[in-house]
């Protein structure tokens, strides 16, 4: 069975400051990883998609990595705002079309 | 472009109650999702849907019943409502396995 850690729970990080948040899953044999973003009370924001056979993927000051043989992916946060305060949740996807999430990292940046 | 909707957003019920959450894509999506979130948990896959007419069960299906009659709705019920189905009930739809896009949520409390 599939099981998806996110270390760590919270962060709290000066703005301005680089950041990186840790996805680590079991099983290597996925379709793809997605990481969200969640802001209080409400849905998720896809942020980036990495299938399987990529090792990476860039968007604006976001940048996830994917090792499918170690089982970890990161999600790079280059020069933190108070605006990126949120949880973010990866989901690994398998074939059979369905995600599995990690219990996400609750990152606040301070001012 | 509303995306993904869900309807009610907030429900009270009473212990053995029944109710039914709506959702409507107008993405023209083939698969949709209902999850669960739960404090420190993460989400959890209730049932999903591979197409109009399909459904199949996720982790946690028990308790719940859906039916996809049409392909932009997806309907998920509680029967006899516990509360241990206390919870923010997500909405999602994808048109490939996995790049998820989520309603808001619905927050259902049992007394």
């Known amino acids: 069975k599939q099981e998806v850690t996110q270390i760590p729970a919270a962060l709290s990080v000066p703005e301005g400051e680089n950041l990186v948040l840790n996805c680590s899953f079991t099983d290597s044999a996925i379709y793809n990883l997605q990481w969200f973003r969640q802001d209080p009370g409400k849905g998720l924001t896809s942020l980036l998609l990495?299938?399987?056979?990529?090792r990476e993927q860039t968007s604006g000051r976001l940048n996830a990595s994917l090792d499918k043989s170690s089982g970890r992916s990161t999600l790079y946060i280059a020069a933190s705002q108070p605006g990126d305060s949120a949880t973010y949740l990866c989901a690994v996807g398998d074939s059979s079309y369905k995600l599995i999430f990690g219990s996400g990292t609750r990152l606040l940046v301070r001012p | 472009n509303a995306g993904v909707t869900q309807t009610p957003k907030f429900r009270v019920l009473k212990t053995g109650q029944s109710m039914t959450l709506l959702c409507a894509q107008d993405?023209?999506?083939?698969?949709m999702y209902w999850y669960r979130q739960d404090p420190g948990m993460g989400l959890r896959l209730i049932h999903y849907?591979?197409?109009?007419?399909?459904?199949a069960k996720g982790e946690v299906p028990d308790g719940y019943n859906v039916s996809r009659l049409k392909k932009q709705n997806f309907l998920l019920g509680l029967e006899s409502a516990a509360p241990s189905q206390t919870s923010v009930y997500f909405c999602?739809?994808?048109?490939?396995?996995?790049?998820?896009?989520f309603g808001e949520g619905s927050r259902l409390t049992v007394l």
């Open positions: 990495i299938q399987s056979s990529q």
């Open positions: 849907s591979v197409g109009e007419g399909t459904t």
């Open positions: 999602a739809s994808s048109y490939q396995p996995g790049e998820l896009f």
């Open positions: 993405m023209n999506h083939e698969y």
